[in-house]
């Protein structure tokens, strides 16, 4: 018997004598991915309204807010009046903390976190420890050829990287063994002991931020190393270039995949193994996306992501904005998952680039500067200091007019700017993540003042 046969069905029997409700809800979503479209929406609109009902009941903030917007208890039995409550913002959230917590929220029934505050102030988030990520990560994870007992390598924020904790999480999941590396201390010890870990168990999976993903890649093609090669790579927490996704499956030896995902809501979206757009998973996550007006956008255009958690019931997020930006893909992916295909996410709504006239230029474009040319830069990242000057750093790809392309790069830079400071290219042959996680812009740059409330 195979070792990867052997691995399943000790696991899937683990699972049915210790976990049998995540075996189950495993076997559940995999029914849901192939629902038809119309039964898909009614899943929703019922998950949403009962959260609602729940939100209304249990928590003091959405009970006074929606009664000041006018929104009484008899309007919430519609589920057309869903798209009517009013949005929440980061504001609201860190504000209102205690007044989200439901009376769900009990100590037993929590995880406490915090977002990376890599482009804002960090949040505070309570997570339901009794909704099951983990299940949505094997469905995931399936669709790229990984079985949820196989051997995994992690890279990301406060992963488990101390003895008794890495003991306690293998006794627990045996004979499903994992390496991991926290993205906040990663130098060349850590480097070396996750590398060394990868080679005794030889993962079937990587998944990080895109920044520590690819700085791993940039230190094995430097080192010389060889690994085993993983089945798949999955990359998360900013925009992905395709050329960054090329470089790092060739260094692995494996296939690259994007997935979306948050601290405020785990889980958001993936893509199949066609890589031709990400998949919502709509039966556990509601998302929209809103011009600036609060309509939904249509399919090829540009708005805020708002979502909506079905399985967080101690800290309720309905309608909540997340800071980002995106477009619907139209469409149906050839797959056979009926789920709602997101384009690849273009990046937070704060990265964006101002001048002393007032004008904005916003992220949007700028993550896509090299778009054209795929093989140009390996890396790239636009920096404004306080002056508001800006420096296009790039780390130069195989396209043989890689440097030519850089200097127009500039150019356009400089347009877009309308002359009114001075733009400079710097080629290097790196450039440093940020905890783990890749910035396309970082400014300095004065922000304007918030308008009175």
Known sequence: MAAGSFRERVFEAKLALVRPTELEELRALARNERLEPERLHALQQARAAELVRFAVAHTEFYRERYARSGIAARDLADPAAFTSLPVVERADVRENFERIRSSEGKEANLQRAVTGGSTAEPLRILRDARANHRTLGWRLHRWWGVRPGDNRALIWRDAHTRFWKDLRHNALWWPTRSVQMDANRIDAKSTAAFLDGWERIRPALLTGYVGAVMGLAQFLQQSGRTIPPPKAIGVTSAPVTPAQKRFIGEVFGAPVYDHYQCIECPMLAGECARTDGLHVFADSRLVEILDRDGRAVGPGETGNVVITDFRNRVFPLIRYRLGDEARWKPGACPCGVTFP????????????????????????????????????????????????????????????????????????LRGLSRGEVPVRLEVVDVIPHDRGKQRFIVSAAPKPEPAAR
């Open 341 to 412: 295909l997101l384009e690849p996410v273009r990046g937070r709504i704060s990265d964006s680039l101002r001048f002393p006239s007032g004008a904005v230029v916003a992220g949007e474009g700028l993550n896509a500067l090299f778009h054209p040319w795929p093989n140009a830069v390996r890396q790239f990242q636009v920096r404004q200091e306080a002056d508001y000057s800006l420096t296009l750093r790039c780390v130069r790809g195989t396209d043989p007019d890689a440097d030519a392309i850089m200097r127009g790069v500039a150019e356009l």
